[in-house]
């Protein structure tokens, strides 16, 4: 045996009412007055009054007819519709995109759709809902949830990413959550059209809530910083992408001071180039369109300045080809003996030769024979991996008299002939690192026009890494090689803010969401870093919501109704206080 | 209990007025409009047949050889009927018993320091009887007799039984009552009364609680001479309902008394009996 609804014991609540309202029961005063004459008049009148006593009369009566009533229209388990969401789960899928922040009539589209949020929320009954942020990566910030009020702190807790929103990856993960049960999938953003859905298998409903409106825009397409001859320079790309005539005041500035500053006009939907001719020399530049748009976090750029590695250490015995084909692609070349590798070289790319791996200097390099003790003369076929240095190189075409076999370095071969390793690429403490296990002398490579470009491809891949700090998209994560000693990052704002730090061994770096210069403290330097939007979120298009995979053709669309019927409690609760007001009238008689 | 000699010796200077041109039978001290043997001269007459010879004034004869009749004012008792109503709702509140009490032994005393003749009837009084006295040496006593009646059971209604005890020839009859019993009935008991052609004086007294109910809550309010029960919640507003159903009753009573020309006083026990009857009662006419 068991209790259905053991909720009901709570009943007994009236129980015990009952049992207060015996004790407190109304009790008369026994009290000698010399004539009741008055009294009794007045008692009668009192009561006698027209409307009580029409009532009272039959107040008994009425009271019982009630109940009766209450209790048979509580048994006929009335119920009407009320407006509801359709389905049992829910999924919202919220663009954070920056797009969204574009303003439409004073309120960013983002907030525009956390209201929507907040209207369909509030609509729920015991529905699951589920809330999913397309970043560039889809996030699931609530699973089946069903306390609203958990609901509405993740909604009200929503914020942009800034991030490019892959909608269709998010979109996609929704529908792999909606896989059994009443499902309706809820889709807020600005600009996906039913194409884009097209490839979404089921058919559970899904509406999209296009916020926002066509707007204007003028958006700072790129800004780039270069150095050419000691002078710095920059050029800027600017798009009026609105259906008017614009005119955007360019500004740059670096640390708070302007230093440039040009008015262009640009015509409805063209690109307009702008050329800064000179520059201070400073860490980072901000440029900024100065316009009357609706989206306003395309209108700032940053550049970074960053100290190019033009020097290259030749350290030991290098190969004079070496030498004179870095200087034809540019590079600084400075000749170093063995002994002074101690030296600060973090300012250009290491080349060694003949230099055991235990004695490499900490820094992006290029190794010739590490380990020259066995030399093997190559007879088979050049083997070459499909590696972005060898585009252009055609380097099995190289002939190659012998090569030194090693076995004590362990980086990935990138060209082989048989099992004897040529060239090996990869990393070493945490940098890039190249391995030539053949003298350069021994070949005739030197003479094949693919020498420089190998060696300006491999240069380019060893400085890359280096470079690796500048620019990040919103949120972007990104793995930095780092020394075991230097692992501590702080991130700052550009105006000293702390914003967090990273154990860069244990974890990949996350850049910040909001674009914006930022600083890193890392072994007491700072280095200034920009997180700039991505280039597909330069635009703000506009769709119009629509729907598809309705079940119900109804005008008003995401509310279809739920039958509410709590209602018969409530009658019965009414009948019992009723009953109640029944027991007090009879137990006064027909005395008030 | 006792009223102070003091208050005695200013209630012997005191008499009750009364215009009424019909006297007793007795002789006493008031004087009456007839002509009587008082040593008060009138006037003179001439001597008409039949007149007693011993009548004339044989002085005047003398001076006018013409019969005149000297007259003399006569000097009378009247007889005052005090009528206490001594039903249950009088004595369930003791302030008010005692100053009914004392109002009426106090004019009983009046009444007997006077000369004049008393009958005092405690209406309901049921072991108690009547008295009838005349003369001023029974005053003491008929005070001490009327501020120790003490009574203790239940009785009928003061209407009733006054009924029984209505006599006629009174120069003066005083009803003393609460008034708490209908209207209707006390408008055919006055309109009896008032048949009699007498002065009467009707003193309603009620006490301060009756005025002003002090209970609060939930009451059961049992009627001291039926027995009857009210449950009444008292609330200001039901207090006022109340009041105004007072004065309502107190009004029409006291129209009724008008109508049949009878002198309404009302009291309540907030005065003392001695401030009442040395200052009100002197203002309002009753006694001089």
């Known amino acids: 045996m068991g209790l259905m609804n053991p909720l009901f014991l709570l009943l007994a609540f009236f129980i015990a009412s009952v049992l207060i309202f015996y004790m407190f029961r109304k009790r008369y005063e026994n009290k000698m007055i010399p004539s009741n004459l008055l009294w009794e008049q007045l008692m009668n009148e009192w009561q006698a009054s027209p409307w009580i006593d029409k009532l009272q009369r039959n107040l008994l009566l009425f009271l019982q007819l009630l109940i009766l009533l209450l209790l048979m229209f509580a048994l006929t388990r009335p119920y009407w519709m009320t407006k509801g969401i359709e389905g049992e789960h829910i999924i919202l899928v919220v663009d954070t995109s920056a797009s969204m922040s574009a303003l439409h009539d004073g309120i960013t589209r983002f907030d525009e759709a956390k209201e929507e949020i907040s209207a369909i929320i509030k609509d729920l009954k015991h529905q699951e809902v589920t809330i999913i942020t397309a970043g560039s990566v889809p996030n699931l910030l609530v699973n089946k949830e069903v306390n609203i009020n958990r609901i509405k702190k993740v909604v009200d807790g929503l914020k942009l990413s800034y991030e490019y929103s892959d909608m269709e990856k998010a979109i996609r993960l929704a529908n792999s959550l909606a896989v059994n049960k009443d499902t309706s999938l809820f889709v807020f953003s600005d600009s996906i059209k039913a194409e884009d859905l097209n490839g979404m298998t089921g058919s559970i409903p899904i509406s999209v809530f296009n916020m926002g409106n066509e707007g204007n825009n003028v958006s700072l397409k790129s800004f780039g910083i270069g150095e050419k001859e000691h002078h710095v320079t920059g050029i800027s790309v600017i798009e009026n992408q609105s259906k008017e005539l614009k005119t955007a005041t360019l500004l740059i500035n670096t640390n708070e001071n302007n230093v440039f500053e040009e008015k262009v006009t640009i015509e409805p939907g063209e690109q307009k180039f702008v050329k800064i001719p000179k520059l201070p020399v400073s860490e980072y530049y901000k440029a900024k369109i100065e316009v009357n748009d609706d989206y306003s976090i395309d209108n700032e750029l940053i550049a970074v300045s960053r100290p190019s590695l033009v020097k290259v250490y030749l350290v030991g015995d290098v190969s004079p080809f070496i030498m004179k084909g870095l200087e034809n692609i540019g590079y600084e070349t400075i000749q170093m003996t063995e002994e002074d590798v101690e030296r600060d070289l973090s300012d250009g790319i290491v080349v060694v030769e003949n230099i055991p791996m235990e004695k490499w200097p900490k820094r992006p390099l290029l190794a010739i024979t590490p380990d020259n003790n066995k030399e093997i003369t190559i007879q088979s076929e050049i083997k070459t991996e499909n590696d972005p240095v060898f585009q252009y190189v055609e380097f099995n075409k190289t002939f190659i008299q012998s090569a030194f076999s090693s076995n004590n370095i362990n980086l990935p071969v990138i060209a082989k002939s048989g099992d004897i390793p040529l060239i090996q690429k990869g990393t070493v403490n945490g940098l890039p690192a190249m391995v030539i296990q053949f003298p350069i002398e021994n070949t005739d490579w030197p003479l094949h026009t693919g020498f420089p470009i190998f060696l300006y491809q491999s240069f380019q891949w060893l400085a890359a890494n280096e470079e690796f700090f500048g620019f990040f998209l919103p949120g972007e994560h990104r793995w930095l090689n780092v020394d075991a000693d230097n692992n501590e990052w702080k991130v700052f704002t550009g105006n000293g803010k702390f914003i967090e730090s990273f154990n860069l061994l244990e974890e990949s770096f996350t850049a910040p969401q909001k674009p914006g210069i930022y600083q890193t403290v890392a072994n007491e330097k700072t280095m200034y870093f920009a997180v700039n939007l991505d280039d597909r979120e330069k635009s703000i298009p506009y769709s119009p919501s629509f729907r598809i995979n309705q079940p119900l053709k109804e005008s008003d669309q995401n509310v279809v109704n739920h039958p509410y019927d709590g209602l018969w409690f409530w009658l019965v609760f009414v009948a019992l206080i009723v009953l109640f007001i029944e027991w007090e009238v009879m137990r006064r008689g027909t005395r008030i | ?288």
Not at chain 2, 229 to 256: A, F, G
Request: glycine share 4%; charged share 30%; with cysteine.
């Open chain 2, 1 to 288: 209990m006792m009223f102070s000699h003091e208050f005695l010796a200013r209630l012997r200077k005191l008499r009750l007025v009364v215009e009424s041109k019909r006297t007793g039978a007795h002789k006493g001290i008031r004087r009456s409009h007839k002509f009587g043997t008082s040593l008060e001269f009138s006037d003179f007459r001439t001597y008409q047949p039949g007149d007693d010879v011993r009548l004339v004034d044989w002085n005047v004869y003398g001076r006018t050889r013409r019969h005149y009749i000297k007259r003399y004012l006569d000097e009378q008792e009247i007889n005052v009927a005090i009528f206490l109503d001594c039903t249950s709702s009088m004595r369930a509140l003791e302030t008010k018993w005692l100053l009914a009490k004392k109002i009426s032994a106090a004019l009983s005393y009046i009444t007997l320091v006077n000369e004049d003749r008393l009958s005092f009837s405690p209406i309901s009084a049921l072991d108690t009887r009547s008295i009838e006295r005349k003369g001023s040496i029974y005053a003491k006593q008929v005070l001490s007799d009327i501020l120790q009646l003490q009574l203790s059971a239940r009785t009928s209604t003061f209407i009733k039984e006054i009924e029984t005890n209505l006599q006629k020839g009174k120069q003066l009859s005083i009803i003393i009552t609460d008034g708490m019993e209908p209207i209707a009935e006390y408008e055919k008991l006055l309109f009896k009364i008032a048949s009699v052609k007498s002065k009467i004086l009707f003193i309603h007294i009620l006490s301060k609680e009756e005025i002003e109910p002090g209970y609060t809550g939930d009451a059961k309010l049992i009627d001291s001479e039926l027995e009857s029960e009210v449950n009444v919640s008292i609330s200001p507003k039901l207090v006022s309902n109340y009041q105004l159903r007072l004065k309502q009753h107190n009004e029409r009573l006291e129209h009724t008394c008008r109508k049949h020309h009878i002198q309404y006083l009302f009291l309540n026990d907030e005065k003392t009996a001695e401030e009442l009857l040395l200052s009100d009662f002197i203002t309002w006419g009753i006694v001089q």
